[in-house]
Nanobody
């Protein structure tokens, strides 16, 4: 079973950048598709993007396309979310998630991290 731990959240000014990391335990990390979600205060959880097990295919929500970049390093069992040109509306708890299915990871992934808070000040 893979366990996920996010890090890298914090406070940043609008226009700034942050890089989130999601470290996974377990020897089967490379067989999982990974995704990032976020949940802003008072709002429902929102899909941010996902990456296939090989990293060959990456998909982003329109709200972050062109600003956020997902990557993974299977040798380090880690997936990243590079966030640039941050806006106050990007403020949320960011979660990484995993599933063996690239389809399911986009909607109802089976594994979740605990989340890391990103706050963007105006």
């Amino acid at each position: 079973q893979v366990q996920l731990v996010e890090s890298g959240g914090g406070l940043v000014q609008a226009g700034g950048s942050l890089r989130l990391s999601c470290a996974a335990s377990g020897r089967t990390f490379s067989s999982y598709a990974m995704a990032w979600f976020r949940q802003a205060p008072g709002k429902e959880r929102e899909f941010v993007g996902r990456i296939t097990w090989s990293g060959a295919r990456i998909y982003y929500a329109d709200s972050v396309k062109g600003r956020f970049t997902i990557s993974r390093d299977n040798a380090k069992n880690t997936v990243y979310l590079q966030m640039n040109s941050l806006k106050p509306e990007d403020t949320a708890v960011y979660y990484c998630a995993a599933d063996r299915s690239i389809v399911v990871v986009t909607t109802t992934p089976g594994l979740w991290g605990q989340g890391t808070l990103v706050t963007v000040s105006s």
